[in-house]
């Protein structure tokens, strides 16, 4: 055999390897990239979801106009889990075994991601910046797994030591949903309470769909709390911190994590708000209104959905910024692979949030600081940070 035959022969080896590990990696074909997501279009979360979907969308949308990522368009495929389990299980298996996805992106709730994994960790799914501040979510297999920012636990235990610290504040108590969610939250509030050298006293329960809670505060306040965690539906935040102002509770703080931190959380008329507190990895958007990056955002946003965007069309736009830049840098023989150390070579600032976004083998958290703020006249203001 001449040299010339080896060299074409060798070729057409390495072109029928490259076509048949692309043939084994679902999701992908010479033209289209399918992403799934499993959200809250329409439950306690909606708020969340619906927003972060659609500043996804707006990314997704300019790529594919401008002809996709390395010649595939990406086609998001998003199942409304309404924050029930029953459908978050019938949108996984769908968007496992019909849709065929090659990663997931910005899927909502603690609960509803770890029944995921049960599905996802046996084929190697990529699971990318869920909308969950769960440490759960760099579980064992972690390979696959990469979260954008801080965990509930950090929120939580260095809100509570700020606020101990700014207003002498002796006992922490937590108001939560008895979830994967809750619970860190209420381990994060304990450990707050113990570095900050004060008492964590008491702890209620509630359901998603749970709407009075006089009688709850009313135990908060007997046994002393100066300090209230949250971990609850948006709607329940909001109705939680309105009652006690009308229960004249004022000598009470509220802190919220990630999942409280939302413009219409800030915006609720009449100052119901004002004076409750959240912490989180990015900043506030309309804060930074005028800066460069959230400026152009907020002008994209407009003109693609004739919406003004919140806080959360923000995460969703920078989850898909994110998922392009990787998908990019895998080059065009994508496999789960080849994206998977994409994402580990990640390492920018990401002036639209506001935070650096750092990836590697052994670190699969992006952001780890931490943005303590609060309602002041409708508006997020941003007061500590560590």
Not at 198 to 219: C, Q, R
Request: glycine share 10%; hydrophobic share 45%; with cysteine.
């Amino acid at each position: 055999m001449t040299n010339g035959i080896k060299g074409l022969a060798a070729a057409a080896v390495l072109t029928v390897s490259a076509t048949l590990a692309l043939a084994q990696t679902q999701g992908v074909t010479d033209d289209e990239i399918v992403i799934g997501s499993v959200n809250d279009l329409s439950g306690i979360f909606a708020a969340v979801g619906v927003p972060a979907t659609k500043g996804a969308n707006v990314v997704f949308d300019r790529v594919n106009a401008a002809g996709g990522v390395h010649g595939r368009t990406i086609r998001y495929v998003v199942e409304d889990n309404g924050y029930q389990m029953p459908r978050a299980m019938q949108g996984y298996n769908k968007l496992l075994n019909r849709d065929k996805v090659f990663a997931m992106l910005q899927s909502l709730g603690t609960p509803m991601n770890l029944a995921g994994f049960k599905l996802l960790d046996p084929k190697g799914i990529p699971n990318i910046a869920p909308l969950t501040a769960s440490s759960q979510m760099l579980q064992e297999p972690m390979k696959n797994k990469f979260i954008s920012f801080s965990t509930y636990f950090d929120q939580s235990r260095i809100g509570v030591k700020y606020l101990a610290g700014q207003f002498g504040s002796q006992n922490v108590c937590t108001m939560y949903l008895p979830t994967d969610f809750g619970e860190e939250i209420l381990e994060g509030s304990k450990a707050g309470a113990e570095e900050a050298g004060i008492t964590f006293v008491a702890e209620t329960t509630h359901k998603p769909d749970e709407t009075d809670f006089v009688g709850s505060l009313s135990k908060l306040n007997e046994e002393g709390c100066d300090i209230v965690t949250i971990a609850l539906g948006v709607r329940q935040a909001i109705t939680v911190v309105g009652t006690a102002k009308k229960m004249g509770l004022t000598d009470m703080k509220f802190l919220g994590t990630a999942a409280s931190f939302l413009t219409v959380v800030a915006q609720v008329p009449g100052g119901v708000t004002d004076g409750f507190y959240a912490a989180a990895s990015w900043k506030d958007l309309w804060a930074r209104a005028d800066d460069p990056a959230p400026a152009a955002f907020i002008e994209e946003y407009k003109a693609a959905t004739g919406e003004d965007p919140v806080g959360f069309s923000m995460l969703g736009y920078s989850a898909a910024e994110m998922m392009v830049k990787a998908l990019e840098a895998a080059g065009p023989d994508l496999t789960h692979e080849s994206f998977i150390a994409a994402m580990e070579s990640l390492d920018y600032e990401d002036e639209l949030v506001g935070s650096r976004l750092t990836y590697g083998p052994d670190d699969h958290q992006g952001a780890d600081i931490v943005f303590i703020n609060v309602v002041e006249n409708g508006a997020w203001k941003l007061v500590f940070e560590e």
